[in-house]
C-alpha cells in the first residue's frame, strides 16, 4: 500500500525558507515520478515541482530559481526546499507520486497516489 506523509511546513516570513519532506513507503521509490503540488484556498491544485527517477527536475515558473526538489533514494523521501518564499506562496503542499512518466502538465487529477499534506503560511 502506498503511503506518503508530508511534514516540514509552517510560518514565515517573506523572505524566508522552509523545507519539506515526504516520506514515502510502500513502492518501488526509485522508479516512480514525484511531485510537490500546492493549493491555495479558493484555487485549483497546481504543480510546482516534479522529479523522475533519473533525477531530471522540473519547475512551475512560479517558482523557479527559488524552489529545488530533491530525493534520497536511500531514505525513500522526497524534498522541497522553498527560500524566497512570497505571500503567493501560502498554499497546502502535497506530495504525489505515480509509476507512469508524467510531467507538471499531466495536471493534478491523473497523479494516483497523495499525502495528506502540510500548510505553508508566508507573513508580509
Known amino acids: 500500500q502506498v503511503q506518503l506523509v508530508e511534514s516540514g511546513g509552517g510560518s514565515v516570513q517573506a523572505g524566508g525558507s522552509l523545507r519539506l519532506s515526504c516520506a514515502a513507503s510502500g513502492f518501488t521509490y526509485s522508479r516512480y515520478s514525484m511531485a510537490w503540488f500546492r493549493q491555495a484556498p479558493g484555487k485549483e491544485r497546481e504543480g510546482v515541482a516534479l522529479i523522475h527517477n533519473d533525477k531530471t527536475t522540473y519547475y512551475a515558473d512560479s517558482v523557479k530559481g527559488r524552489f529545488t526538489i530533491s530525493k534520497d533514494n536511500a531514505k525513500n523521501t522526497l524534498y522541497l526546499q522553498m527560500n524566497s518564499l512570497v505571500p503567493e506562496d501560502i498554499a497546502m503542499y502535497y506530495c504525489?507520486?505515480?509509476?507512469?512518466?508524467?510531467?507538471?502538465?499531466?495536471?493534478?487529477?491523473?497523479?494516483?497516489?497523495w499525502g495528506q499534506g502540510t500548510q505553508v503560511t508566508v507573513s508580509s
Open positions: 504525489a507520486a505515480d509509476s507512469r512518466w508524467l510531467t507538471l502538465w499531466h495536471g493534478y487529477a491523473i497523479w494516483r497516489h
